[in-house]
């Protein structure tokens, strides 16, 4: 862009050249291109965005950028402050500052909780619990309002609790299917039903009674998998499988195993986001999903295959029964 | 004796429904408690409509509804007594799912993992 030897060095061609050689705020380039990925702050926290538009009013660049993963009502007009390039480096800073949201909740209501006696009143130290996940007030609905916002921010927080083990089975998930053209040994044992079921029975002996609330959330993720899982949750190797081992009324959680599972998870916060549910019971609802989460965690090695079937590059690699 | 039997009387009556045994709606105490349960349902609504209940979040938008009545009421909901005191203002089974929710479904995208995932913790 700036290859001539002027020490106006405006480009964007848009805006009339200034003569200003003292270049404070004239005479740059722009600092972020149009289609680049970046982070945006938006309130406290950093977000992927990418930059749609660039303009330069008065002297000053600003960037229309849309936030990746958000719905396009949120694209704005922001200034170079808010913005930072994509480098691991910032990476890093986005992360830091979501735990460090994380830890000031924790430390407040960690105390508390610590001096409660197990089993004493549930719904106090729940909602202490909930603190920690997300701060905030409660606000109704307002289109397009903070209470969006803050469903994003849980959403990310529920990203960022994942456990790395599990982002790293999913990650060799990816790796056996999408680069070595291996498949999932079909149908699995455990299956997503016996898993589901499994956690159930965990659930109920450790808190010694039956728990509703996980009763209908286990009944819903099961709804969810076999509605997403040819819908969102295959890989388009797998898809020729798909259509050999799930024929009729077989509903896809009696044939898929832990590693389609977890993708599920991936998933949810957006499968969840059309519930439109209120705060406090989004942070409920995302622990006890972390809780199922640490429960895979636990039986990694007995729910997840280490290896997988086939290795050449097509679809070809079923194996005949 | 008789002086005794009163005062248990009014220990009974002076019970807030917090206090009621856990999932047992039939056994409300009061009609007051029972105008306060229907107006918490009626409130819930204005978040999880009933229109929900039938498609594919139904589960999801049953447990917001336990929730929501738990922490106005104080108490613990089943999913069976939430949908008896919804039954009593809409006729469930007239319900249809939104049809919004199909695209949801039907659009075959594939499956991809956040890039996130790929960075390696610290």
């Given amino acids: 862009m700036g290859g001539s030897s002027n020490t106006n060095t405006s480009s964007g061609g848009k805006d009339k050249d200034k003569d200003d050689e003292r270049g404070s705020r004239s005479t740059k380039e722009a600092s972020f291109k149009e289609g680049e990925k970046v982070l945006a702050y938006h309130g406290p926290l950093l977000y992927e965005a990418k930059v749609q538009k660039s303009e330069n009013k008065e002297d000053e660049w600003r960037y229309h950028v849309h936030y990746l993963g958000w719905s396009k009502s949120w694209d704005e007009w922001v200034t170079n402050d808010r913005l930072l390039k994509l480098t691991d480096e910032n990476i890093r800073k986005q992360q830091e500052l979501e735990k460090s949201q994380v830890v000031d909740k924790s430390v407040k209501s960690g105390r508390a909780a610590q001096h409660k006696p197990k089993g004493s009143n549930d719904a106090k130290t729940d909602k202490e619990d909930t603190k920690i996940l997300v701060k905030g007030k409660k606000r109704k609905g307002q289109p397009g309002g903070t209470e969006e916002k803050e469903r994003k921010s849980s959403e990310s927080l529920f990203m960022s609790h994942f456990p790395s083990t599990l982002k790293k089975q999913l990650v060799d998930d990816w790796e056996f299917v999408t680069q070595l053209g291996k498949l999932v040994k079909l149908p699995r044992s455990p299956t997503v039903d016996d898993i589901l079921k499994k956690y159930l029975e965990h659930r109920t002996k450790k808190d010694n009674k039956i728990n509703d609330s996980y009763a209908e959330i286990l009944k819903g993720l099961r709804c969810y998998f076999d509605k997403a899982l040819p819908a969102m949750l295959l890989y388009k190797k797998e898809h020729h499988q798909y259509s050999e081992e799930v024929k009729g009324d077989v509903s896809p959680s009696t044939i898929y195993g832990a590693e389609h599972l977890l993708r599920l998870f991936v998933k949810l916060p957006e499968l969840l986001a059309s519930v439109n549910m209120e705060e406090d019971a989004l942070n409920k609802l995302q622990q006890k999903l972390l809780d199922i989460l640490k429960f895979l965690q636990k039986n990694q090695s007995s729910f997840f295959l280490s290896a997988y079937d086939g290795g050449s590059k097509g679809t070809d690699g079923i194996k005949t029964k | ?122």
């Fill in chain 2, 1 to 122: 004796m008789e002086a005794a039997a009163d005062e248990e009387q009014e220990g009974i009556s002076a019970q807030s429904p917090a206090q009621a045994p856990p999932s047992s709606a039939s056994s409300l105490p009061k009609e007051q408690s029972q105008v306060e349960l229907e107006l918490r349902v009626l409130q819930a609504l204005e978040f999880y409509p009933p229109s929900k209940l039938k498609g594919i979040h139904r589960h999801f938008v049953l447990y917001g509804l336990m929730e929501y009545l738990r922490n106005s009421l104080d108490r613990q909901f089943s999913a069976d007594e939430v949908l008896q005191l919804l039954d009593r203002f809409f006729n469930l089974e007239m319900l249809k799912p939104e049809d919004d929710e199909k695209d949801n479904f039907t659009q075959g995208e594939e499956f991809s993992l956040p890039e996130s995932f790929f960075n390696k913790d610290e």
